[in-house]
């Protein structure tokens, strides 16, 4: 079944909480929330040491800098780190989209150390239930719903962080997985995004994927799927809808055209599989953006 189409707020909004004894006796609590477009983000300044940083890249791409490293930030990556430190994000993209919450509890450490890796940033699926955690989280912390129950809210964001800290750590868990893969295995999925960058706009099928790789279609597909977390099918697509999106923002094309430039059969396929992917339709989108 497709997945519900998400409902993002109306506005940009920062909201700050207060501890109170009902919020410590939990696992988790949230000092500070945003649903932000930033060009420049800075956080880690007063050098928390009990603070943890979530943040889900939405749209567009950022630079993240940490102890004077930077990394680039693409959509659908979760950002966690620690607040000992400065952070600095810096909107490089025309837009920059992003959820972010500031975490501590008596589980905060724990569960930050089992899902933290070397650079900080975890790439998701788009189509997991990650984003949908965060929306969700940020809707009953800024009482969207307008619940004022506070053992209600308190015990429903326990709930929702511990499912997003759950989901991380099996994204991470397989990552280890792929890294004990063969450098054969890793060389072909490598040449097929290569392949896929450079032909999307083409007629492109596995077996011409699997044919220019040099492996079986079984077997590619699931070695495929294990490395990136979605199908071969599932990714072209994708690729093609974040194409079909940058040539609706910056460009005066037609719909139909669009469609063509980016290699989807027919104009009807491309609206399905762009509203399916963004919640939204191409005209919608080239209006909001």
């Not at 909480?17 to 939990?26: D, G, I, M, N, Y």
Request: proline share 3%; aromatic share 16%; hydrophobic share 35%.
């Amino acid at each position: 079944m497709p997945s519900p189409k998400r409902s993002y707020p109306a506005e940009y909004k920062t909201q700050n909480f207060h501890s109170t004894s009902l919020t410590e006796s939990f696992p988790f609590a949230i000092s500070e929330c945003g649903y932000c477009s930033e060009r420049k983000f800075e956080l880690g300044t007063r050098n928390n040491y009990n603070d943890y940083l979530l943040l889900y890249s939405l749209e567009g791409t950022a630079r993240f800098t940490k102890s004077s490293e930077t990394q680039y930030i693409q959509p659908n990556s979760v950002i966690i780190t620690a607040c000992n430190t400065s952070l600095t994000f810096t909107r490089v993209s025309k837009n920059w989209k992003f959820y972010y919450f500031i975490i501590h509890g008596s589980h905060a450490k724990l569960y930050y150390n089992l899902v933290r890796t070397k650079n900080n940033i975890i790439l998701t699926n788009p189509f997991s239930d990650v984003l949908d955690s965060f929306i969700e989280l940020y809707n009953i912390v800024c009482g969207t719903y307008g619940i004022q129950n506070d053992s209600w809210r308190c015990l429903h964001t326990t709930t929702l962080l511990h499912s997003i800290f759950t989901a991380l750590y099996d994204l991470t868990y397989e990552i280890n997985i792929i890294k004990e893969m063969t450098p054969a295995q890793e060389t072909s999925v490598n040449a097929a995004l290569k392949f896929i960058s450079d032909n999307y706009m083409n007629e492109l099928t596995i077996d011409t994927i699997c044919d220019k790789v040099g492996f079986s279609k079984y077997y590619f597909c699931k070695l495929f799927k294990k490395q990136l977390g979605v199908t071969v099918h599932q990714y072209v697509n994708e690729f093609r809808i974040n194409k079909a999106k940058e040539l609706l923002a910056y460009t005066k094309l037609s719909i139909t055209s669009i469609s063509n430039q980016v290699g989807f059969k027919t104009t009807l396929t491309f609206l399905r599989a762009f509203e399916r992917t963004v919640h939204m339709t191409p005209s919608e989108y080239r209006d909001y953006y």
